[in-house]
Structure formats: structure tokens, C-alpha cells
């Protein structure tokens, strides 16, 4: 993995920047989310698919291509050509939503 033994410390006001309220629910990025970690985004979104099961049905969505597109306008567009994949949402709190079917996708 990505992870090279440095210390990243968050504040308050940086990691609640990170927070966004998509679909009525607050939700970290995946690649803020990782960053945070010291993942790189894919390994932090496959150390996550291959231990689903120990998640809540509700932990993770992924983005329409509809919001992404969105999301991708208002904040993350990139010099590079950006991401060729929708992003893995994490939910920040633990309350249901009902919502859940959406969830193991990333």
C-alpha cells in the first residue's frame, strides 16, 4: 500500500471542509477520506470491498454519473483529465436512511 509512515494531523476546520451533504446525508469523499489515512483512493476503496461485510449496509455509496458530473463542475475538475471512475462516498454518521441498496458498488 501507499502508506509511508508520515504523520498527516487534521483540524477541525480541514476535515470539516471534507464533510458534504449529498442525498441528505454528510458523506467524506473517497480520496479526502483516504488522504486523510495516508491511502492511496483505490487501495483504500478495495481494502473496503473486500472486507464489506464488516460495514453497516449504509457506510458507502457511489456517486451517479448525473451527481458526479455535478460535483466534478463545482469542485474537482483537474488539469489532468480527472477520475475515470465514479467516487466511493462514506458516510460520516450512522443513522439509516433506508437508502441502503445503493451501498457495495465501489
Known amino acids: 500500500m501507499a502508506n509511508d509512515n508520515k504523520i498527516i494531523i487534521v483540524d477541525e476546520s480541514t476535515l470539516k471542509d471534507k464533510i458534504y451533504i449529498i442525498r441528505g446525508q454528510q458523506v467524506m469523499l473517497d480520496f479526502d477520506l483516504a488522504e486523510i ?7 483504500l476503496n478495495l481494502q473496503v470491498k473486500h472486507n464489506i461485510n464488516r ?4 457506510f458507502m455509496f457511489q456517486l451517479t454519473k448525473e451527481e458526479f458530473d455535478n460535483l466534478m463542475l463545482k469542485n474537482l475538475t483537474s488539469s489532468y ?3 475515470r471512475k465514479l467516487i466511493c462516498l462514506y458516510r460520516t454518521g450512522s443513522v439509516s ?4 441498496s445503493e451501498g457495495r458498488t465501489c
Open 97 to 100: 436512511t433506508g437508502n441502503s
Open 55 to 58: 460495514f453497516p449496509d449504509d
Open 37 to 43: 489515512y495516508g491511502y492511496e483512493t483505490r487501495y
Open 81 to 83: 483529465g480527472g477520475r
